[in-house]
C-alpha cells in the first residue's frame, strides 16, 4: 500500500458525465473522507463574462445531487429565462446556460475577479454542495481544450457542442501554460489508490495527464492506478469519444485505451465481459485485466464497478 495516510486516500482523475457517475458508485462502496477528485478544467470557456467550468460543475452537482440526470449536465428543475432573453438580443445560445446554473458562474466570476484561485472558488462552491469529496482543479490557470476540425481551430466546446463533433478531427491539445493547482501533485503522491473513471482518454483523462508534473507524479506514486475502460465492445460508453481516439490514432477498443495509457502509468484495467478476449492483449502489455459488467446502468452496477477497480487495485 502508499503512504500510511490516517483515512485511506482514493484520488481519482475526473472528466464530466462518466466521472460523476462512477463517483457515486465509488462513494457507496467507501467511508467519508477518502476520496480527492482532480477534475478536468480543459473543458472550461468563458461566455457572456461568465467563466463555464463543465467537468468540475458536472461532479458538483451530481455528487451534490442537483444534477439533471438525463443529460448529465447542467441543473434538474433548470429554467432557461436568461437565455431566452440573450437570445432576443442576439447574444450567442449555441451553449446553454441554465438559470440555476447562471448563479454558479455568477459565483465563480465574483471570487475570480477578486483574485481568488479556482481551487478556492471551487472550495467554496463544493461547501454549499456539502460534497462528500476534496474536488480539485487540476490546474488554476486558465486553460482550454483546442480542436483543429474541417481545418479550423476552435475551443473544444465549440466544436462538441456547437458541431455535435461532426467533423473528424485533425489535432486536439491543452491550450495555456498551467502548474498542477495546489493539493493536487500531494494528493497524488500520498494517495492508497489513484482510479482513473470511464472518462474521455484524451479530452479529459488526458488533459489532466498534460497538466505538467501530473502524469509523471502518478506514474512514481507508491499508489496502485487502476483505469476503467470507456470504451465498450468498441464503440465508446458516451457518444463521439471515439472521435477524440481517432483524432491521436489510437483504436477505439478497450485495450488500445489501456496500452495507451501505458503500463507506464496503469497497474491495472477493468473491461466489460464483453470484452473479455481483450483480456490477455492488456495483460502482455503489462497492465493487470479483469473482465466485470461495465455499464452503470444504476446504483448496484456504478457500485460493482468502483468495488472491482478497488479489488483489481489490491
Ligand atoms: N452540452 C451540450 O451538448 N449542449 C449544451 O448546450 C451544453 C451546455 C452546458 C452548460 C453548462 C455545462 O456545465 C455543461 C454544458 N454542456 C452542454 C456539457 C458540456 O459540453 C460538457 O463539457 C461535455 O458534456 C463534456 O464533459
Redo the contacts with the bound molecule.
Keep these: 500500500m502508499g503512504a500510511c495516510s490516517v483515512a485511506p486516500v482514493i484520488v481519482v482523475l475526473a472528466?464530466?458525465?462518466g466521472a460523476a457517475r462512477f463517483l457515486r458508485g465509488l462513494l457507496a462502496v467507501t467511508a467519508p473522507g477518502e476520496v480527492t477528485v482532480v477534475g478536468n478544467t480543459g473543458?472550461d470557456i468563458t461566455l457572456h463574462g461568465l467563466r463555464?467550468c463543465?467537468?468540475l460543475?458536472?461532479v458538483t452537482y451530481t455528487l451534490g445531487n442537483g444534477i439533471h440526470e438525463e443529460q448529465?449536465?447542467?441543473r434538474a428543475d433548470e429554467t432557461y429565462r436568461v437565455a431566452t432573453e440573450l437570445a432576443l438580443y442576439g447574444a450567442p445560445t449555441?451553449?446553454?446556460?441554465g438559470d440555476r446554473?447562471l448563479g454558479t458562474h455568477l459565483f465563480r466570476r465574483t471570487l475570480l475577479d477578486d483574485g481568488m484561485p479556482l481551487s478556492e472558488v471551487t472550495r467554496r462552491i463544493a461547501e454549499r454542495w456539502r460534497l462528500p469529496v476534496t474536488l480539485l482543479p487540476m490546474t488554476d490557470d486558465p486553460v482550454e481544450t483546442r480542436v483543429v476540425a474541417g481545418g479550423r481551430e476552435m475551443h473544444f466546446?465549440e466544436y462538441?457542442?456547437g458541431l455535435h463533433a461532426a467533423l473528424p478531427v485533425d489535432r486536439v491539445w491543452l491550450a495555456g501554460d498551467c502548474t498542477p493547482a495546489p493539493g493536487v501533485l500531494d494528493a497524488i503522491a500520498n494517495a492508497d489508490t489513484i482510479l482513473l473513471p470511464p472518462s474521455n482518454p484524451v479530452v479529459?483523462i488526458g488533459t489532466i495527464l498534460a497538466v505538467p508534473g501530473i502524469r509523471s507524479t502518478i506514474e512514481r506514486a507508491n499508489a496502485p492506478v487502476v483505469g476503467v475502460s470507456p470504451v465498450i465492445g468498441g464503440a465508446p460508453v458516451r457518444g463521439m469519444a471515439d472521435r477524440m481516439l481517432a483524432a491521436i490514432g489510437v483504436d477505439c477498443t478497450a485495450a488500445a485505451v489501456a496500452k495507451h495509457y501505458g503500463a507506464a502509468l496503469l497497474d491495472g484495467w477493468l473491461v466489460d465481459d464483453v470484452d473479455a478476449a481483450a483480456v490477455p492483449e492488456v495483460e502482455a502489455a503489462g497492465i493487470a485485466c479483469r473482465a466485470v459488467p461495465l455499464w452503470m446502468n444504476d446504483a448496484e452496477s456504478t457500485a460493482a464497478i468502483a468495488k472491482a477497480a478497488l479489488a483489481l487495485a489490491r
Design positions: 472528466g464530466g458525465v473543458d463555464v463543465p467537468d460543475d458536472t448529465g449536465w447542467g449555441w451553449f446553454r446556460l446554473d466546446q462538441w457542442v479529459s
